[in-house]
């Protein structure tokens, strides 16, 4: 009878004999866990149970309320620093647009101006080209000719 025979029924009972005694005495609890021995093992023992049950003591859904205000306070602060940075960008583009608007009336102010001056000497052109008209007969006098009434309508 060769020892690891596959289909021998006194090899896979000694086999077995063997198995238990090691399996009851294995780890440091061997003892507790001589009923695990007759069945078989699953993952999900009493180990894996434990271990999700601290899980779900450190898991959002069981947070310290201590750290969820915490977290809430950085969110906050976040949302608020946000905020700050999108005012201080419109903040920034309303000074730029306002400057430029500035800019625009001193140039529109500057060429009325210039257009104003180019006017006003024109005018005194014109001005000093209409001084000797109208004073042909009293050049002498340094007065206006002053015609009888009769006379306006015939001349």
Known sequence: MPLFHRNSVSSSS???????PNQRSHGLFGGRNSHSSRSPRRSSGSY?????QRRSLLGRHHEDPSIA???????????????ADHALRESRMAVREARDHVKRLEHEAAEEARLAKHKQHQAKS????????????GLL?????QLPLTMIGHV
């Open 126 to 137: 014109i001005s000093k080209r209409a001084k000797p008209l109208g004073r042909k007969s």
């Open 48 to 52: 894996s149970s434990g271990h999700t």
């Open 141 to 145: 006098t340094g007065y206006p000719c």
């Open 69 to 83: 205000a915490a977290k809430e306070q950085v969110f906050r602060a976040e949302s608020a620093e946000k905020a």
């Open 14 to 20: 000694s086999a077995r004999s063997i198995e238990e």
